[in-house]
Structures are given as C-alpha cells and as structure tokens.
C-alpha cells in the first residue's frame, strides 16, 4: 500500500482497507466538534453579507474554518483586500510547518497526488497521524491512513457548514451558536496542544491577541498569528538543540 495510487484506487477499495478503517476510527471523537465549527461557520459566512453561492465557493474552496472566520470580520469591516489576503496567508502559514513534517511519508507520490492529499490536510488530522506514525518513517499504508483521517472530517465539517448557510437566515442569534462553535473551537485547539512548542505558541498568540485588541480591522488576530508561528519555531527549534547536545554529551561521556 505505500506505493498506493490515487488513480487507481477506486472507494470500494478504500473502505475496505484496514488502514483506511483504522484512520477514520481515529477521528470519530472530534467529528462533533468539527461539525459544531463548521455549522457556526456556515451561518457565520452569510449573517456576515457573503451571498449563498459565495459562501458555498469559500466552504469548498478555502477549507479553513480558521482562515474563514479570519476573513470573515474583515470583509465585514470594508478592509482592503490586501489586508483579508494577509490574514488568511497569515492563518495559514501553519502548513507550511504540517506539509514539512508530512513529506518524509508521501515525498514518493506524484506531485498531483500530494496536492490532492494537501487539499484535504487539517490541524487534527496531523495530530492524529503522528499519534499513529510518531517516528519519521515511510511505512506502508500510511497514505490510505491519510485519507481515513482527512476524508470524513472533511464531510464532517463540510455538510453542517452548508447546511449553516441555507438555514442561516432561519437561525435565531438566541440560539448563541457563536458561543457554542467557540467551546468547540477550544476544544480543538487544546487537542492541538501536544508538546512544549505549542503551549509556546498558544500562550504567546493570547498574550499577543489581548494585548493588541484595540487594534483596527480585527489586525491583533494577524499579530497573534505571527508571534504564535514564531514562538513556536523558536522553541522548537531551542528545543532539538538542547536535545543535540545532551545527546552529544552522553555520547562523549
């Protein structure tokens, strides 16, 4: 299976394959919450003025809730379209540091193949893979594993956000959806937290986005990111050192 083809793989295959099974096994504690996220966001896209057709287009094209509800408030505020792209370059700058990690499992498949498989790739899907693959190995079935991870999240998120925007006219704000996408959301995001970088980025997107709040055009949110992204390749970074050099020292001992 490592050297699986995405062309020649038809769905009944797929659902059959154990590797497949096991990923998506692995996701069904999230999928409320994901689905919770994507719901609010749906709703979100059109109380903010995005027509249907448009907030269909963003759903299935952009795929990042985070990036989305980035854009959202500053399409609201009338910002200047630089502004909304480098918000959401900004929010999405994370998987540059995910498709690094991955590489060393897919770096053999075709080049449409592995934008095929970036397409569907998602903050928790690479957490749930490095739980199931934590050494930087290439083995086989880790590709169908991909696609178990990734592909029912993405109708997980996928079919409430658009049923988010068909009924979003039809939803109350009493509801207090935003509240509830919002416990879901951290919910998510401590998920995410697996080891000493992250908390570093966590802690020092907080501080930032707090400290940076009055800003205009919802700008605290880019900043957060940035210090986040830096913060946590800093500490990763001072990490892997620090580990080189006891290891170093052991060695030579």
Not at 18 to 25: I, K, W, Y
Not at 189 to 217: H, K, Q
């Amino acid at each position: 299976m490592q050297a699986m083809s995405l062309r020649s793989l038809d769905l009944r295959a797929l659902l059959a394959n154990p590797h497949f099974r096991r990923g998506a096994r692995d996701m069904v504690g999230v999928a409320p919450g994901i689905a919770a996220w994507g719901l609010v966001t749906g709703v979100a896209m059109v109380k903010t003025g995005l027509s249907v057709p448009m907030a269909l287009l963003m759903t299935a094209t952009v795929y990042a809730g985070s990036a989305q509800f980035a854009s959202l408030p500053l399409l609201a505020a009338g910002a200047p379209t630089w502004v909304i792209c480098a918000a959401a370059f900004c929010v999405n700058l994370r998987f540059l540091i995910y498709s690094a990690q991955w590489r060393v499992f897919f770096e053999h498949l075709p080049r449409w193949q592995r934008v095929t498989l970036g397409y569907f790739s998602a903050d928790l899907n690479l957490v749930v893979f490095q739980k199931a693959y934590p050494h930087a190995v290439a083995e086989r079935g880790q590709a169908a594993y991909f696609l178990g991870v990734t592909i029912p999240i993405w109708f997980a998120w996928q079919v409430p956000s658009v049923v988010g925007i068909f009924l979003a006219d039809a939803i109350p704000a009493s509801w207090g959806l935003d509240f509830a996408g919002t416990l879901a959301m951290l919910g998510i995001t401590y998920s995410l937290l697996i080891d000493r970088s992250t908390w570093a980025a966590a802690i020092v997107a907080g501080v930032v986005a707090v400290l940076t709040f009055a800003l205009p055009l919802k700008l605290n949110i880019v900043l957060a990111i940035v210090g986040a992204v830096a913060a946590g390749l800093l500490f990763a970074q001072t990490s892997r050192a620090s580990d080189n050099l006891r290891r170093s020292q052991r060695n030579s001992a």
